[in-house]
């Protein structure tokens, strides 16, 4: 286990004490309609089809869930850290009886209790607290099959910036890093990137923690990147992201995807809690910013952990191997708060910007590999 991943841990073991007195979880029974479910769905899906190639997404969640199998587990955006106050939507067929439930008790194979609901109010929280979260297709209506079950850390804020304490920023030295990117497995960069910032080849091997040794995506532009031997998912994170930025508050932003055979990918659940725009040297308080990659000057990777997928409906049906994550696909964010969260909130980050715009990578780090 890495330093990072103690720190998690220890955070994990002090907040696992039952729910402070600031609030219970608020379940709110149906008051999201199974129609309302799926217009927020197709509106997150026609959103994202815009800043991402179109044939991409009609191969992963999108198209997928427009045919979803009636007996789907009803799955909200899952994340290792969350804000306290989020609002979980449980995606599931339309018309499907949704019952939630919560545990205090993160190993806890059951909640304390079953509602009908598709929405789950998380409570507010005066220091990190664990919540296992629970959902099903009410009993009956199809086959019996394991819940979905998670186990959140509620924060008041996100993780701050590289170090700090409560930062989960990796160092490019650190030495829980197995290995880099090693090949370009497709590049579509948006406009507004210099001839110098087009290099993609930029991005492989170790992070440079420079502001030169990067290649600029561009508006809305994506870069994929081949690791061999694949990542995998292990204790803790499992891979992180490095971005050039020389402040901790002037941050570029970007969604992260991961896949196995290259062609289904699962993109990262993500949250951005500011809620205005950000001009081109406009800053960002990173504790606003839930699982987007840039959330850290240049030399410190943002980590992510392929945990958060393991009851995703690709994974459960073989399509996505969490042993063995062999391209990761960064996605510039587009900072004029046209590209929506996993909350279905606008993401800011310094926009426009023009030379170098979008989100400048330095290296793509694999915490975990397959052996
Ligand atoms: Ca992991
Ligand atoms: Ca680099």
């Known amino acids: 286990m890495s330093q990072i991943s103690h720190l998690q841990h220890d955070l994990f073991v002090a907040a696992s004490n039952p729910l402070l007195d600031a609030g219970r979880p608020r379940l709110r029974a149906d008051s ?27 191969l992963i969640g999108c198209g997928a869930a427009e045919q979803a199998d009636p007996c789907a587990l009803p799955r909200p955006p899952v994340m290792r850290f969350i804000h306290a106050g989020a609002v979980l939507r449980f995606q599931a067929p339309e018309g499907a009886p949704v019952q939630v439930g919560t545990a205090a008790d993160p190993q806890a194979a059951e909640p304390d209790a079953w509602q009908d ?63 880099w990117a090693s090949a370009v497995e497709e590049v579509d960069l948006g406009p507004e990137v210099d001839a110098q910032w087009q290099r993609a080849e930029e991005a492989l091997g170790p992070a440079d923690g420079s502001s030169t040794g990067i ?66 040297f406009g800053t960002l308080d990173t504790t606003r910013v839930g699982s987007l990659a840039g959330k850290y000057r240049q030399g410190f990777g943002t980590p992510f952990d392929l945990a958060v997928f393991a009851q995703a409906e690709e994974v459960r049906a073989g399509r ?52």
Do not use: M
């Not at 129609?35 to 997150?44: A, D, G, M, P, Q």
């Open 32 to 58: 999201c309609s199974s129609s309302t479910s799926r217009r927020i769905w197709k509106t997150c899906c026609a959103a994202t089809r815009a800043f991402t190639p179109p044939l991409l997404l009609l």
């Open 117 to 179: 609901a598709s929405e789950l109010g998380l409570p507010a929280v005066a220091a990190p607290t664990l919540l296992r979260v629970f959902a099903r297709i009410r009993p009956g209506s199809c086959p019996a099959e394991a819940p979905f079950a998670f186990t959140y850390e509620l924060r008041e804020a996100y993780p701050p910036p590289a170090g700090q304490a409560g930062s989960t920023a990796v160092a490019a030295g650190d030495a829980s890093i197995v290995g």
């Open 215 to 280: 290649v600029s995506l561009g508006r809305g532009g994506s870069i994929t990147l081949a690791f061999d031997p694949p990542i995998a998912d292990g204790p803790g994170f499992d891979l992180a992201v490095f971005e050039n930025g020389f402040l901790d508050d002037y941050l570029e932003l970007a969604q992260v995807e991961v896949s196995s055979d290259g062609t289904r990918y699962l993109r990262f659940d993500h949250a951005f809690l500011g809620d205005e725009p950000v001009d081109a």
């Open 320 to 371: 996505v191997d969490l042993g063995a994550i062999r391209y990761v696909r960064i996605v510039d964010v587009i900072g004029d708060g046209s590209a929506l969260d996993s909350f279905g909130q606008p993401i800011f980050d310094p926009f426009p910007t023009a030379g170098s715009a979008g989100f400048d990578l330095d290296a793509v780090a694999a915490l975990h590999a397959a052996r």
